[in-house]
């Protein structure tokens, strides 16, 4: 059974950094894409990133986000700085074999997300 289970989030102010984890278990995380998305309230989710061999981001978060894998403890960790308050939102990891891209509908299994809030 495919889980996947986040770690860290909460409050900063603006400007600020966070990390994210994001810890798969049952099945061999090389063999997925794992992707971050973000859905702030009354907004639609957006996916924010997502990496197999490679990493792909979206443009709102470019330069400020930074992915990292570690295949061994089938671990992905989401790096934020340069926080703004509309980077507050549920950020959930997410995975699925198919074409690694920032659409929810590629992705099977989800985690149950962390709460990210950037305010002064």
């Known amino acids: 059974q495919v889980q996947l289970l986040e770690s860290g989030g909460g409050s900063v102010p603006p400007g600020g950094s966070l990390t994210i984890s994001c810890r798969a278990s049952?099945?061999?995380?090389?063999?997925?894409?794992m992707a971050w998305f973000r859905q702030s309230k009354g907004k639609q989710r957006e996916g924010v990133a997502a990496?197999?061999?490679?990493?792909i981001y979206a443009d709102s978060v470019k330069g400020r986000f930074t992915i990292s894998r570690a295949s061994a403890e089938n671990t992905i960790t989401r790096r934020m700085s340069g926080l703004k308050p509309e980077d507050t939102a549920i950020y959930s990891c997410?995975?699925?074999?198919?074409?690694?891209?920032?659409?929810?509908?590629?992705?099977?299994?989800w985690g149950q997300g962390a709460q990210v809030t950037v305010s002064s």
């Open positions: 990496s197999r061999t490679g990493t």
């Open positions: 049952g099945f061999p995380s090389s063999d997925y894409c």
């Open positions: 997410a995975a699925g074999v198919s074409k690694c891209a920032l659409d929810e509908r590629t992705y099977t299994d």
